[in-house]
């Protein structure tokens, strides 16, 4: 068997696969007559569908790109306070993007613009300010466009209204959105193994504080904590960041093992922490059931364990055999995951101002399934589109 190298295109290939499946199983939500078991579960249900699993599964690859990342930063001369900085403006701008896009669930119809014409607004203001300029663009341009961008989001937080109740509402936090709790959980896990130098022992002892904290709060054991809970808490009751540590753990296992004929110590390690961590999960059901909604820590273990053990193939597939081929076709959800990510945020608004409606037949069953693919593979490849005209997101 090809020996492990230290470097791991099977991540950029899991996060490309896992980018795909989150933009079909987004879009697949509002198809009818097709298996419950593929969507999300039920808000007070006890069961895991397969759409519950999606997400969970980008925390983790976000925390087995963290040790990467951060060592390159490190390697290249950077010192710990400015890797600090890097991670706070990259946090920041994952809860800034979060929050405009929470907002969009309680948008008002009385507001000043149509919601579709405001989604494509904070859109277009994203990628004014975090969009990676190519080095041929001045400085002064570079610096016009960012600031045009932030003007804009500041005129579209001002000219927002939200409704709840019947009441116009101002823009707010409310929950921090998707890209936030990516960016809160980020925040966390970076700055633990920045300031931890790494160690293995470190990000596994985090690991296991993050899910034990999940634990304790679903037990009713926290309950004290209940009037600093507003104001100082783990984003996810410790759920969130407990999947991005274990995938910095991963890492740090693989970084410490890989090139130093210690491979098969790693697999069995590998495989039996994915494992573990299904155990623990079934273990503790009783503490609420299997539910994303509700972040609980059986939702927790068994979808790390399921990531870790996909990782574990992605590895095999990818590093080992050399088919990182079989994945070209979705390649920019990997390279331009941020991009991928938002364009349906666009598309979708485009379908609404224009009128647009798919067939009957491609909104149910099968026919569904078939639209919702193709729409996932449709993203991938405008993202690639941009990509190769220098066109990506990076924060």
Request: aromatic share 16%; net charge negative; hydrophobic share 55%.
């Given at each position: 068997m090809k020996q492990l190298q230290r470097r791991l295109l099977s991540i950029d290939v899991f996060r490309a696969l896992t980018m795909l499946l989150m933009i079909f199983v987004n879009d697949f939500d509002g198809v009818t007559n097709v298996p419950e078991w593929i969507k999300h579960a039920h808000a007070n249900e006890d069961a895991l569908g397969f759409a519950d699993v999606i997400f969970p599964a980008f925390l983790v690859i976000v925390g087995l790109s963290i040790p990467f990342a951060i060592k390159s930063r490190l390697n290249r001369g950077q010192g710990t306070g400015r890797v600090f900085i890097n991670i706070l403006i990259r946090s920041l701008a994952l809860l800034v993007m979060g929050?405009?896009?929470?907002?969009?669930?309680?948008?008002?119809?009385?507001?000043?613009?149509?919601?579709?014409?405001?989604?494509?607004?904070?859109?277009?203001?994203?990628?004014?300010i975090w969009i990676d300029y190519p080095e041929t663009i001045k400085k002064s341009t570079r610096i016009v466009l960012q600031v045009a961008g932030i003007i804009l989001l500041a005129l579209m937080a001002v000219v927002y209204k939200g409704e709840e109740g019947g009441v116009l509402v101002p823009m707010q936090p409310q929950w921090y959105g998707i890209l936030g709790l990516i960016g809160w959980s980020y925040l966390i896990c970076a700055s633990v193994y920045l300031f931890s130098k790494g160690r293995v022992i470190v990000q596994f002892i985090a690991w296991a504080f993050f899910f034990?904290?999940?634990?304790?709060?679903?037990?009713?054991?926290?309950?004290?904590?209940?009037?600093?809970?507003?104001f100082i808490w783990i984003v996810g009751s410790g759920s969130?960041?407990?999947f991005t540590m274990a995938g910095v753990a991963v890492s740090v296992l693989y970084a410490a093992m890989a090139g130093r004929?210690?491979?098969?110590?790693?697999?069995?390690?590998?495989?039996?922490?994915?494992?573990?961590?299904?155990?623990?999960?079934?273990?503790?059901?009783p503490l609420d059931g299997i539910s994303k909604i509700h972040d609980?820590?059986?939702?927790?273990?068994?979808?790390?364990?399921?990531?870790?053990?996909?990782?574990?193939?992605?590895i095999y597939i990818v590093d080992i055999k050399d088919k990182a081929n079989w994945f070209k076709a979705i390649r920019p959800g990997g390279t331009n995951t941020l991009t991928c990510y938002l364009i349906p945020y666009i598309l979708y608004s485009l379908y609404e101002l224009l009128g647009f409606h798919f067939p009957q037949f491609l909104n149910?069953?099968?026919?569904?399934?078939f639209r919702s693919f193709g729409t996932a593979f449709i993203v991938i490849w405008i993202a690639g589109w941009l990509e190769r005209r220098s066109i990506r997101m990076k924060i």
């Open positions: 929050i405009f896009h929470v907002n969009l669930e309680n948008y008002s119809p009385s507001a000043l613009l149509p919601m579709p014409v405001w989604e494509i607004l904070i859109t277009i203001g994203f990628f004014l034990l904290f999940s634990v304790t709060a679903h037990a009713h054991l926290l309950d004290w904590l209940q009037p600093v809970h507003r969130m960041p407990s004929n210690k491979d098969s110590l790693f697999w069995l390690l590998l495989i039996a922490f994915g494992a573990f961590n299904i155990v623990i999960g079934f273990a503790t059901r609980t820590p059986s939702w927790v273990g068994i979808c790390t364990g399921i990531a870790i053990l996909v990782f574990a193939l992605m149910e069953g099968w026919g569904g399934f």
